[in-house]
């Protein structure tokens, strides 16, 4: 399994040189891994719907507790079917909708760093993994919605996701720390059988709060709502992937995963339940506001979103079930209609619903796929949207108090979904022809294959339900609950209020399709409410932010090195000297100090070449000075038994001046711009400087010398390193990567002096 996730990333790499040597057929090429994947996890459901599960784990970081653990269960099982089995028909399709594009093998590679980072994340039996692959999906969906970055709306676009995911990414990892502290694992195996730990403690309620603005934002909740329709600046196929069935419901995944310790409180019910009502509403009403195919039908994702959300919330058997099945059915029909729409838009040039009709003559096989995706979408029988929804109301239903309003937030949003079916998926299609930008025609093989293949998927589902209610769905909802459920999918239950509620549901979304064309000018107030609603939040934030960045930029990185080196000293010194001052007794010596006089000539020699540094007239004088201090340091480092560090010091400082000196022998006659204002000031800082580093390092020499560092380090250098010189072992082998940096910097020193020296200026 772990070679299953990780195939993913491998094939990420060399997918631009893939693209490069098959040309128009990489697609297909391409797609035989994610179709192997799909295989693969098909042929563990049986194992899964029996109630078990499939682990595999590596060490990670075992000090820390962590991880690079896996766990295919129910719910699981029916994500990596979905992404892998989704993620194969939009690979297939990228060939032919960006056929002949230059960067054709980057997307490849963008799009198969998103489905592995997608399987990573609902495969994840660790919290720190989960995170991991949590934020992974972040950054590749950030690629793939800027992909074509050449637009100014498409990087907008890209850094609006990745801002408002990133955000809940940052709450949802103090949440999953607080939960692994509180649960007492970071293993989800464990956690699953500790919720009631969990919900007795009193961090609940934050974990709880942290957890939702993760899952909130990733899936697109009130108020975070609006950054998915406008990330419809990405490639048809992206939308497609993204919005169908990964990252928009990798939210949706998490609250079904963490339901059995986070749920079955008032705080998960109304919080979850009503955050997802009021999306379920507001997605509906504003997909009926747009005319752009993509963007009505990222509004209707919206929606959707909150049904399986406010599902989650509701946490009862029938909730669970209706949640799996709406998942799977809308996974279905909307991965369809995207393709659908960016095969109109590919072959006719135009995605504006106002503008297109009698497609079907033009484009037949398109037609038919798009009508058995809306008709699912719709809820009518034999689809499996039909089940869905009858699902949906059947858990309103059995809602013990406060079911009306949840039963109308339903309706509202189901009776939406089948007018935005009808409008994506029936009025471009049907009435007489409409002239379009391009020439209309067929979409080749790679544009129709998806369409019809999803389509028919969700018609056989409706028609046979037995096979996904077992393998699929019934597994899920299990894994939800936390118990095992026994689940029998039909199409017909006797005449039920849930029957009654879906005819007058396709009632009114038949009189919503019918009056299509006055609900853009009806909900026009909702552009102008824009303005004071999230995404103008999120527009004034923004601002702000940019105007602060300016404002402390001016201030603090204006190009003075002086006021660099004053801010630094300035804040060590207060945030020091505030610390020494509440909580450190600051000793002070009793007496001078019992020294030889070999060892106050050199504090003398010290002292003194430092007052003629500052002193100097030239720089020249300066630099000979500042040796001078240098070398002192290193007679302090020999008489006091550290000659190793006195030898270092002596060549450090040869070569120090060496330098300084072929630099700053080039630069005009050394002049004094400050003013005696300036010159105070500065004298101030340095001496408040000196003064903190004076007391440090009495504090520092008043503490006990035992160390257990150097006990380690002299007792392991031999068997660890291989070495009897403490000092080298060190410096080579425990500080490795520190000296490595102490090199590089030294050498880039060199590499800019060798440029200076190599500089001549004009005509000379």
Not at 422 to 433: D, E, K, S
Not at 610 to 637: D, N, Q, W
Not at 662 to 673: D, H
Not at 686 to 715: D, H, K, N, Q, W
Request: aromatic share 10%.
């Amino acid at each position: 399994m772990i070679a299953a996730v990780l195939s993913g990333f491998a094939l990420a790499l060399v997918a631009p040189w893939v693209s490069h040597a098959g040309r128009h057929k990489a697609g297909w090429a391409l797609a035989l891994l994610p179709a192997g994947l799909t295989a693969y996890f098909a042929a563990a459901l049986p194992t899964v719907a029996a109630g078990g599960a499939i682990l595999a784990s590596l060490d990670w970081v075992p000090a820390l507790e962590m991880k690079f653990s896996f766990r295919l269960d129910g719910l699981s099982a029916l994500f990596t079917v979905l992404i892998t089995g989704i993620g194969t028909l939009v690979v297939v399709y990228s060939g032919d909708y960006l056929k002949g594009h230059p960067r054709l093998g980057q997307f490849y590679a963008y799009l198969l760093l998103f489905m592995a980072s997608m399987l990573g994340l609902v495969l994840a039996d660790n919290l720190i993994t989960l995170f991991v692959f949590w934020e992974l999906t972040s950054v590749s969906s950030y690629l793939l919605i800027g992909f074509e970055h050449e637009r100014a709306e498409a990087r907008a676009a890209a850094l609006q996701a990745l801002l408002v995911t990133g955000s809940g990414g940052l709450a949802l990892l103090g949440g999953l720390i607080l939960l692994g502290y509180t649960g007492g694992s970071f293993e989800l195996t464990d956690l699953l059988t500790r919720g009631g730990l969990v919900r007795d403690h009193a961090l609940y309620l934050p974990i709880l709060v942290l957890v939702l603005a993760g899952a909130f934002t990733k899936s697109a909740q009130v108020p975070f709502h609006f950054w998915l329709p406008t990330a419809m600046e990405a490639p048809t196929p992206v939308s497609a992937y993204l919005h169908s069935a990964t990252m928009v419901k990798a939210g949706v995944y998490l609250l079904a995963r963490l339901s059995p310790v986070l749920g079955g409180t008032d705080a998960w019910a109304v919080v979850v339940t009503s955050f997802g009502a009021a999306t379920v509403v507001l997605g509906g009403v504003l997909a009926l506001r747009q005319t752009d195919l993509k963007r009505i039908l990222a509004y209707s994702t919206v929606s959707a979103l909150g049904v399986l959300t406010a599902l989650l919330g509701v946490a009862t058997p029938e909730a669970a079930m209706a949640g799996m099945v709406f998942l799977l059915g809308h996974s279905l029909y909307k991965g369809a209609l995207f393709l659908v729409a960016g095969a109109v838009d590919h072959e006719t040039g135009a995605r504006d619903v106002s503008r297109l009709g009698g497609l079907r003559s033009a484009m037949p096989q398109t037609a038919f796929a798009a009508g058995l995706a809306a008709f699912s979408m719709a809820g009518l029988p034999p689809a499996l949207g039909f089940i869905g929804k009858e699902s949906l109301y059947e858990a309103a239903l059995h809602l013990p108090g406060g079911s009306l309003w949840f039963f109308g937030a339903a309706f509202v949003g189901s009776a939406a979904l089948v007018g935005v079916a009808g409008i994506v998926g029936v009025g471009p299609f049907a009435g007489p022809p409409v002239a379009t930008p391009r020439h209309a025609h067929e979409a080749p093989l790679g544009l129709r294959l998806g369409p019809w293949i999803l389509a028919v998927l969700g018609l056989a589902a409706g028609i046979a339900p037995g096979a996904a209610g077992q393998w699929l769905v019934a597994p899920a909802a299990s894994s939800v609950l936390g118990d095992g459920v026994q689940i029998k999918l039909a199409l017909w239950h006797g005449m039920t209020p849930a029957l009654g509620a879906s005819v007058l549901t396709i009632l009114c979304g038949v009189a919503i399709f019918a009056a299509r064309t006055v609900w853009p000018r009806l909900l026009a107030a909702f552009d102008r409410a824009g303005r004071w609603g999230p995404a103008g939040w999120y527009d004034l934030g923004l601002a702000a932010l940019n105007a602060t960045a300016r404002i402390q930029t001016r201030i603090l990185q204006n190009g003075y090195l002086r006021v660099y080196l004053l801010t630094i000293i300035a804040v060590t010194v207060c945030l020091t000297g505030y610390a020494m001052v509440n909580r450190v007794d600051v000793p002070l010596p009793a007496a001078w100090p019992d020294a030889r006089p070999h060892e106050w000539t050199v504090a003398a020699v010290l002292l003194l070449a430092a007052l003629a540094a500052v002193r100097a007239p030239s720089r020249l004088a300066a630099v000979t000075a500042l040796g001078a201090a240098g070398y002192s340091v290193a007679f302090v480092f020999i008489l006091y038994g550290a000659p190793d560090l006195g030898m270092t010091q002596f060549a450090i400082e040869t070569l120090t001046v060496i330098l300084l000196v072929l630099v700053l022998y080039r630069l005009p006659r050394f002049a004094r711009f400050s003013s005696t204002a300036a010159r105070v000031r500065d004298a101030v800082f340095a001496g408040t400087a000196g003064a903190l580093m004076t007391l440090l390092l009495l504090i520092a020499t008043r503490a006990p010398l035992e160390s257990r560092v150097g006990t380690y380090f002299s007792e392991a250098s031999v068997p660890a390193a291989h070495g009897r010189n403490i000092v080298n072992v060190i410096l080579v082998d425990f500080r490795a990567l520190d000296t490595l940096g102490e090199i590089t910097v030294l050498a880039l020193a060199g590499i800019g002096v060798y440029a200076l020296l190599r500089l001549r200026p004009k005509g000379g």
